[in-house]
């Protein structure tokens, strides 16, 4: 009866003939090399998000030829959310896609429309040139996160986009009353457009990078390269390397991209983004006497972690009853590791909710800041201190990722008696 009846069987009912004389035209006219069909319907409704995954589908219906069954190009007959109204013109749309005559659809996450009160939009695979084309500029930052590297590579991704998020605010507030757009874009779940790739140094090598990208208006260079500037920013030291690499070409070697590239370089992409929006005539930016003051506002006001040395350091701990210094050498391998990671930890302990927001962070090289090594009794680096009002415990806690640190806070921080309102808080 009707009750018994397949939801898919009954959605695909009326267009199951289509398909079936498309299939049988499309194997009469094989003369030279026979391909073979496998036809399917899925359920969007119960496969939403397998779909969207694998075959960079949200708007439905979808019919989707897949050259070769989970690896191969997906191509979308008149782009998606539509059908073919006749066998010939499904017919036609198989033999395109078989020809390779049609795009293939890029993989790609869904557009999101972007929040008003945001000041960054994210880039997907599915939207990339024109979202560029929207604006005379674009400051973009792309990454690409392997997680199966490390967990603590993952946790410097997410660190890096957050650090991302202040600049867009900075830039756009400089750069008032035009300023550039700026963006996000993750290769790692959306395909780089072939335009962007082959006109510049845009590629997975190159991530994590920013770019400042002019619009081209839509008129390709040469018909498939970008048609306006790309320019990248180059760390000074990787600058210095590609110039040593540069003068033998047969020892020319890619420089690796530094993972912390905005932890370590934001003064300078700042400085580099003005001077590259002052290229463009429809984009305001400040004058060059007032950069620097710029710079080092944000960098004031964003600073997790201060730095100290003898004559500060009493002062620090008489002003903040809890504090977590780190005693350093700048010649410790171990102290370099650790910057990027306590740092994170400082800004994600000040964005927590709780008493962990309370505690503030701060590093002393203990090299140059002896009395104050004498005093605390630092006999290696990195040593670090928990400071509860001016008293010194030693930190016993992880060190590899941020939340190490602010999960070892929250355990230091718990009251030793907890007033409890219910039973159901025991548990």
Not at 267 to 282: L, T
């Given at each position: 009866g009707a009750l018994n009846q397949n939801p898919l069987e009954t959605a695909v009912k009326d267009f199951r003939p289509i398909v079936t004389q498309a299939m049988h035209a499309l194997k009469i006219n094989q003369t030279q090399k026979k391909y073979s069909y496998v036809v399917a319907c899925v359920d969007a409704a119960k496969w939403g998000q397998w779909i969207e995954k694998e075959l960079y589908a949200w708007t439905f219906p979808a019919l989707i030829v897949q050259r070769y069954i989970g690896v191969?190009?997906?191509?979308?007959?008149?782009?998606?959310?539509?059908?073919p109204e006749t066998a010939e013109q499904l017919v036609d749309f198989v033999t395109k896609a078989a020809k390779y005559s049609i795009e293939p659809r890029l993989k790609s996450k869904r557009a999101q429309l972007p929040a008003a009160n945001r000041d960054w939009k994210q880039l997907v695979g599915d939207n990339v040139e024109s979202e560029l084309r929207k604006s005379p500029a674009t400051l973009v930052y792309a990454f690409k996160v392997d997680a199966t590297i490390d967990e603590i590579t993952e946790d410097v991704a997410l660190e890096e986009q957050e650090l991302f998020k202040d600049f867009a605010s900075w830039i756009k507030t400089v750069c008032r009353p035009s300023p550039p757009a700026v963006a996000m874009f993750d290769a790692t779940d959306n395909e780089i457009p072939l335009t962007l790739y082959s006109a510049g140094d845009f590629g997975l090598s190159s991530m994590p990078a920013v770019y400042f990208i002019q619009n081209d208006h839509g008129k390709l260079r040469h018909g498939q390269y970008w048609g306006a500037p790309i320019s990248k920013?180059?760390?000074?030291?990787?600058?210095?390397?590609?110039?040593?690499?540069?003068?033998?070409?047969?020892?020319?070697?890619?420089?690796?991209?530094?993972?912390?590239?905005?932890?370590?370089?934001?003064?300078?992409?700042?400085?580099?983004?003005?001077?590259?929006?002052?290229?463009?005539?429809?984009?305001?930016?400040?004058?060059?006497?007032?950069?620097?003051?710029?710079?080092?506002?944000?960098?004031?006001?964003?600073a997790a972690v201060a730095e100290l040395d003898d004559e500060t350091l009493p002062g620090f701990l008489a002003d903040n009853r809890l504090s977590l210094v780190e005693f350093y050498a700048p010649w410790c391998g171990h102290c370099k590791k650790l910057h990027p990671t306590f740092a994170a930890a400082a800004r994600m302990a000040k964005k927590s909710q709780g008493r962990v927001a309370a505690v503030k962070f701060a590093k002393i090289n203990a090299e140059k800041a002896t009395r104050a090594a004498k005093k605390y009794n630092v006999a290696g680096y990195p040593t670090l201190y928990f400071f509860k009002h001016g008293t010194p415990y030693p930190y016993h806690g992880a060190t590899e990722r941020r939340h190490h640190f602010v999960g070892w806070?929250?355990?230091?921080?718990?009251?030793?008696?907890?007033?409890?309102?219910?039973?159901?808080?025991?548990?």
């Open positions: 191969g190009d997906r191509y979308f007959f008149k782009g998606g959310g539509h059908l920013y180059e760390p000074p030291k990787i600058a210095e390397e590609m110039e040593k690499d540069s003068e033998n070409r047969n020892n020319f070697t890619i420089p690796s991209p530094r993972h912390n590239l905005l932890a370590t370089h934001v003064p300078g992409i700042m400085k580099w983004a003005i001077v590259e929006a002052r290229k463009v005539p429809e984009i305001s930016a400040p004058k060059e006497a007032e950069v620097d003051a710029l710079v080092n506002i944000f960098t004031a006001q964003t806070l929250n355990v230091e921080l718990k009251p030793d008696i907890e007033e409890i309102s219910t039973i159901s808080n025991l548990t």
